[in-house]
C-alpha cells in the first residue's frame, strides 16, 4: 500500500473549470479501490457547496509565511464516494471569490500569490500533522511549486509526480513576484524557473518533478516537438527519460447509458431504441426541426483551442448537407457571437446553448449521432470517449489524445470506430464531416461502428496500474 498526496487546483464534484477536475477525482479513486491510501487537497473556494457535498471544518489552522507575509489557513475535509479522502484548505481572501482563476475580464493579478500559498501551505499542513506520503502527485501549474518547494526547502521529503493537462497553460508572471511567492532568486535562470524573462510555474514542476507525465501518449510525443512544445519543448526533450503519457480513463459510473439518470430512455449494445428517444427528445430541447440527417453535436470550451471557430464555419456545410447541430459551452466572447449569429441565421437546423448544464451534456451524447472535436490540439480529450461508449460517433482531429483514442473508418474499416481528419483546415474538416454523413446513410455500417464505439474500454484502472507503478519506481 502507498500513501499518496494529489494537489490539485480543483476536483469535482468541490470546483471545476475543465476536465482536470474529473481527472482529480477518477484517478484518486480508481487508486484507493486498488488498496492504497489516497488523499486530495484543493483550495476551498467560495463556490463549493459545503452542506451538500459533505464538508466539514476539522478544527485545525496553520499559518504559513510567504514573502515575508504569514497568511492562516483552516483545513476542511470531505470523502468522495470510494473513500478517498479530500482535504480543502480555506483562505477566503486568496479563495472567497466568485471563480477560480478570474473572471471573463482577465485572470485574478495575484493568482501568483494564491497558487505559490497554496503549495506552501500543502507542506505546512504536513508539517502540523506530522506525517508524510510516499509520494507527492501535483497536478497542473497551479501546483506546480509543489515538486520545487519540495526539492528545494523539503529536501526532497517525499516523491513527486507533475502531471500537464495542457501545457499551453503555464502560469507565466513577472520576475519580480519571485521574492513575493518563496523562490529564491538563484533559480531565476534558463535552466529552471525563467522562462523569457518570466517566472514560469509550470516549468518549475517540470524541472524538479522526480516524474513527469501528460494525459496520452500522443501528446507526450507531441510536446517534445516545437509545433506542441509551447516553448518548452526543450526542456521536455531533456527530461525525456523522465517523461511518459497515460491515458486518462473514463468513469463509467458517470457516463454510461445504461444507467444514466440525465437520460429520457437508457439503452445498452444490445438496444439501442432508448438512442433514438434521446435524440428526439434533444431536437426537441433546442427546438431544432425533426429531420432524416444526422444529428452531429459538440460540447466544450468554446475557443479557438477547441476548434470552435472552425465549427463555426462549418455550420452552413453542415446545415447543407441536412444535418441538425446543437452546441453547449461557454468560452470566449468571439466565438460564441459567432455560434450564436450562425444559430440564428438557420433556426430550427443549427441550436446554440451557451452554458454550463450537465444533465444537458449527457443528453446530447446520447442524442446526437456524431460528436465533433476538431481541436487544434488535444492532450487526452474525455468526450470522444464519452461518445463511443454512447454509441456516438466521434469526429475528430487526429492530434494528441484524440489520434490515440479513435480508429478511422476510412483508414481502418474493420476496426473503425470514429472519423479523423489529419490537416487543421476548413476543406479537410468539411470532407471528414461529409464522410460522416454518407456513413449516416448506410443503416448496416452506421450500426457496426457504433457497437464498436461501445465496445472499447477506457476504465480508469488501467491508468491507476499505470501510475501504480511509475509512483513505485520514483519511491526505488
Given at each position: 500500500?502507498l500513501?499518496i498526496?494529489?494537489?490539485?487546483?480543483?476536483?469535482?464534484?468541490?470546483?471545476?473549470?475543465?476536465?482536470?477536475?474529473?481527472?482529480?477525482?477518477?484517478?484518486?479513486?480508481?487508486?484507493?479501490?486498488?488498496?492504497?491510501?489516497?488523499?486530495?487537497?484543493?483550495?476551498?473556494y467560495?463556490?463549493?457547496?459545503?452542506?451538500?457535498?459533505?464538508?466539514?471544518?476539522?478544527?485545525?489552522?496553520?499559518?504559513?509565511?510567504?514573502?515575508?507575509?504569514?497568511?492562516?489557513?483552516?483545513?476542511?475535509?470531505?470523502?468522495?464516494?470510494?473513500?478517498?479522502?479530500?482535504?480543502?484548505?480555506?483562505?477566503?481572501?486568496?479563495?472567497?471569490?466568485?471563480?477560480?482563476?478570474?473572471?471573463?475580464?482577465?485572470?485574478?493579478?495575484?493568482?501568483?500569490?494564491?497558487?505559490?500559498?497554496?503549495?506552501?501551505?500543502?507542506?505546512?499542513?504536513?508539517?502540523?500533522?506530522r506525517?508524510?506520503p510516499?509520494?507527492?502527485?501535483?497536478?497542473?501549474?497551479?501546483?506546480?511549486?509543489?515538486?520545487?518547494?519540495?526539492?528545494?526547502?523539503?529536501?526532497?521529503?517525499?516523491?513527486?509526480?507533475?502531471?500537464?493537462?495542457?501545457?499551453?497553460?503555464q502560469?507565466?508572471?513577472?520576475?519580480?513576484?519571485?521574492?513575493?511567492?518563496?523562490?529564491?532568486?538563484?533559480?531565476?535562470?534558463?535552466?529552471?524557473?525563467?522562462?523569457?524573462?518570466k517566472?514560469?510555474?509550470?516549468?518549475a514542476?517540470?524541472?524538479?518533478?522526480?516524474?513527469?507525465t501528460?494525459?496520452?501518449?500522443?501528446?507526450?510525443?507531441?510536446?517534445?516537438?516545437?509545433?506542441?512544445?509551447?516553448g518548452?519543448?526543450?526542456?521536455?526533450?531533456?527530461r525525456?527519460s523522465?517523461?511518459?503519457?497515460?491515458?486518462?480513463?473514463?468513469?463509467?459510473g458517470?457516463?454510461?447509458?445504461?444507467?444514466?439518470?440525465?437520460?429520457?430512455?437508457?439503452?445498452?449494445?444490445?438496444?439501442?431504441?432508448?438512442?433514438?428517444?434521446?435524440?428526439?427528445?434533444?431536437?426537441?430541447?433546442?427546438?431544432?426541426?425533426?429531420?432524416?440527417?444526422?444529428?452531429?453535436?459538440?460540447?466544450?470550451?468554446?475557443?479557438a483551442?477547441?476548434?470552435?471557430?472552425l465549427?463555426?464555419?462549418?455550420?452552413?456545410?453542415?446545415?447543407?448537407?441536412?444535418?441538425?447541430?446543437?452546441?453547449?459551452?461557454t468560452?470566449?466572447?468571439?466565438?460564441?457571437?459567432?455560434l450564436?449569429?450562425?444559430?440564428?441565421?438557420?433556426p430550427?437546423r443549427?441550436?446554440?446553448?451557451?452554458?454550463?448544464?450537465?444533465r444537458?451534456?449527457?443528453?446530447?451524447e446520447?442524442g446526437?449521432?456524431?460528436?465533433?472535436?476538431?481541436?487544434?490540439?488535444?492532450?487526452?480529450?474525455?468526450?470522444?470517449?464519452?461518445?463511443?461508449?454512447?454509441?456516438?460517433?466521434p469526429?475528430?482531429?487526429?492530434?494528441?489524445?484524440l489520434?490515440?483514442t479513435?480508429?478511422?473508418?476510412?483508414?481502418?474499416?474493420?476496426?473503425?470506430?470514429?472519423v479523423?481528419?489529419?490537416?487543421?483546415?476548413?476543406?479537410?474538416?468539411?470532407?471528414?464531416?461529409?464522410?460522416a454523413?454518407?456513413?449516416?446513410?448506410?443503416?448496416?455500417?452506421?450500426d457496426?461502428?457504433?457497437?464498436?464505439?461501445?465496445?472499447?474500454?477506457f476504465?480508469?484502472?488501467?491508468?491507476?496500474?499505470?501510475?501504480e507503478?511509475?509512483?513505485?519506481?520514483v519511491?526505488?
Amino acid at each position: 500500500m502507498l500513501s499518496i498526496m494529489h494537489c490539485t487546483p480543483e476536483v469535482v464534484p468541490f470546483s471545476k473549470t475543465g476536465g482536470l477536475a474529473d481527472v482529480s477525482a477518477a484517478l484518486p479513486e480508481a487508486l484507493t479501490r486498488r488498496g492504497h491510501e489516497v488523499t486530495v487537497v484543493t483550495p476551498l473556494y467560495a463556490r463549493v457547496d459545503r452542506d451538500r457535498h459533505g464538508v466539514r471544518a476539522t478544527g485545525r489552522a496553520f499559518d504559513v509565511t510567504l514573502g515575508g507575509r504569514t497568511e492562516r489557513f483552516e483545513v476542511f475535509e470531505a470523502h468522495l464516494p470510494a473513500g478517498t479522502r479530500v482535504v480543502l484548505l480555506a483562505h477566503d481572501g486568496f479563495f472567497g471569490r466568485p471563480e477560480l482563476y478570474g473572471t471573463r475580464d482577465g485572470d485574478y493579478p495575484d493568482n501568483p500569490l494564491r497558487f505559490a500559498f497554496f503549495s506552501a501551505a500543502v507542506f505546512r499542513m504536513l508539517r502540523g500533522s506530522r506525517a508524510c506520503p510516499s509520494i507527492l502527485h501535483a497536478h497542473d501549474w497551479q501546483a506546480g511549486l509543489v515538486p520545487a518547494f519540495n526539492h528545494l526547502y523539503h529536501l526532497d521529503l517525499c516523491g513527486t509526480v507533475f502531471t500537464v493537462h495542457n501545457l499551453a497553460y503555464q502560469g507565466l508572471f513577472p520576475a519580480e513576484v519571485l521574492p513575493d511567492v518563496g523562490l529564491p532568486w538563484d533559480v531565476f535562470n534558463p535552466e529552471q524557473v525563467e522562462f523569457y524573462g518570466k517566472v514560469n510555474f509550470l516549468k518549475a514542476g517540470l524541472v524538479f518533478a522526480d516524474r513527469i507525465t501528460t494525459v496520452s501518449p500522443g501528446y507526450a510525443r507531441e510536446i517534445t516537438t516545437p509545433e506542441f512544445g509551447c516553448g518548452l519543448d526543450g526542456v521536455l526533450r531533456k527530461r525525456a527519460s523522465h517523461l511518459v503519457g497515460v491515458l486518462n480513463g473514463v468513469d463509467y459510473g458517470e457516463w454510461d447509458p445504461e444507467g444514466d439518470p440525465h437520460l429520457p430512455a437508457r439503452y445498452r449494445p444490445g438496444d439501442l431504441s432508448g438512442k433514438a428517444a434521446c435524440r428526439d427528445a434533444l431536437l426537441a430541447e433546442y427546438g431544432l426541426a425533426p429531420s432524416d440527417g444526422p444529428v452531429i453535436g459538440a460540447v466544450g470550451r468554446l475557443a479557438a483551442q477547441k476548434g470552435f471557430d472552425l465549427v463555426a464555419q462549418v455550420l452552413p456545410d453542415l446545415v447543407g448537407m441536412g444535418a441538425r447541430v446543437v452546441i453547449l459551452g461557454t468560452g470566449d466572447r468571439e466565438i460564441e457571437e459567432a455560434l450564436t449569429s450562425a444559430a440564428a441565421r438557420f433556426p430550427g437546423r443549427v441550436g446554440v446553448r451557451v452554458a454550463f448544464d450537465n444533465r444537458l451534456a449527457h443528453l446530447i451524447e446520447a442524442g446526437s449521432d456524431f460528436f465533433v472535436m476538431p481541436s487544434r490540439y488535444e492532450p487526452c480529450g474525455l468526450n470522444q470517449m464519452y461518445s463511443l461508449k454512447y454509441g456516438t460517433i466521434p469526429v475528430v482531429h487526429a492530434v494528441g489524445g484524440l489520434d490515440d483514442t479513435v480508429v478511422d473508418v476510412t483508414e481502418d474499416p474493420g476496426r473503425g470506430t470514429g472519423v479523423k481528419f489529419r490537416t487543421f483546415t476548413r476543406e479537410a474538416f468539411v470532407d471528414a464531416l461529409r464522410r460522416a454523413v454518407d456513413l449516416h446513410a448506410d443503416p448496416a455500417a452506421l450500426d457496426a461502428v457504433r457497437r464498436r464505439g461501445m465496445a472499447q474500454d477506457f476504465s480508469w484502472d488501467a491508468a491507476a496500474r499505470t501510475y501504480e507503478a511509475l509512483y513505485l519506481q520514483v519511491i526505488g
